[in-house]
């Protein structure tokens, strides 16, 4: 069982960056891919970004790709997200999300572990 708690979120100007952190535990987290999902009010939870555990590849939605982010420690068991260039359609609950799937999908179904939200919200 995997437990992971997202940190970092908070409000932040259009155009702002923010640094949002998922701590893992109770699993191997060299193991897992990880990954980033939001859920904006009254819209379904949509993929961000995904890293697998070796090699560090990664993958963004084309939302976010150029101004997101995705890295880990493997070390800290850790997964960060850098956002910048932020607009007010960021504005969501962000969870972080493992699998052991190594090239797992971007459907939310394909995942294990959630973690339970970090709330993003930027002002125009």
């Known amino acids: 069982q995997v437990h992971l708690v997202e940190s970092g979120g908070g409000l932040v100007q259009a155009g702002g960056s923010l640094r949002l952190s998922c701590a893992a535990s109770?699993?191997?987290?060299?193991?897992?891919?990880m990954g980033w999902f939001r859920q904006a009010p009254g819209k379904e939870r949509e993929f961000v970004a995904r890293?697998?555990?070796?090699?560090?590849?990664?993958y963004y939605s084309d939302s976010v790709k150029g101004r997101f982010t995705i890295s880990r420690d493997n070390a800290k068991n850790t997964v960060y997200l850098q956002m910048n260039s932020l607009k007010p359609e960021d504005t969501a609950v962000y969870y972080c999300?493992?699998?052991?799937?190594?090239?797992?999908?971007?459907?939310?179904?394909?995942?294990?572990?959630w973690g339970q939200g970090t709330q993003v919200t930027v002002s125009s």
């Open positions: 999300a493992a699998s052991d799937t190594y090239y797992v999908g971007t459907n939310s179904n394909r995942w294990t572990y």
């Open positions: 109770g699993g191997t987290f060299s193991k897992y891919a």
């Open positions: 890293i697998t555990w070796s090699e560090y590849n990664t």
